[in-house]
């Protein structure tokens, strides 16, 4: 059976062994839960119906945005934290999350840790908004209308006329609409509604063959590199190239790992 022939169930993850990678990924359908070993994208399972608008990892665990609540997992179960509708979430010495007009921090309770208007994403200590790229506590840090953030290494920024790096102020480094960016301080990866780009260890970014269409809207790192589509692809690259299956899914929003 072929990548793409596996449908959706509702069954518990396959383990995979000790070697996998868990991966959560949220879409508009729910929140899918996939195991990936190395580059094999094995069984996955629907955890949660209804749109997810988000998903970060935090100590070891996954927190899920909807347009109702912040959910945190504990003991297999999806626990509300009382924040309301989620647009974006973080890890920042603990869950951040942000409502699209606030950032806060939870610690068991929500913390309010700045006031921002149209926030998009969250990143480490920075976020994405239409007012630019700014620190938790509000403060601006350059550039407009941002739409993806990373914080690792040196800051990127995903903005509609080009890809920026933070140097001396920020530099553009690809031309291009970019709909999010991603780095662990070593690899990093960017993608317009067309193309993923990758960055070379000389620092020069080039386009990515991928066995796939659709556009990425999410990438993240363990062993391999993970990346989602808009459209449901799960692709996984471990060094020897892309595998992917399809999840069924429709409006993928991102992913996060285990």
Known sequence: MSDDDISL????VYAGGSDATTAAVASEVGLARVSISADIVGEFSLERRGPTTAVTAVDGRFAVGTSEDVFVDADDNLEGTGFGGAVALGNQDGLVASDGERIAHYDGSWQTLSELESVRSIDGGMAAADSGVHRLDGTHVGLDDVVD???AGTPLAATDDGLYYLANGWMRAVEGSFRTVASDGERAHAATQD???ERD???TWHPVDLPVDG?????AYDRGVYAVTVDGACLANAGDGWRHRSLGLTGVAGVALL
Request: hydrophobic share 40%; glycine share 6%; charged share 30%.
């Open 9 to 12: 169930t509702e069954k518990r």
């Open 149 to 151: 953030v990373s914080a």
């Open 195 to 197: 193309t993923l780009y």
């Open 201 to 203: 260890v000389d620092g």
């Open 215 to 219: 556009t990425v809207v999410d990438i």
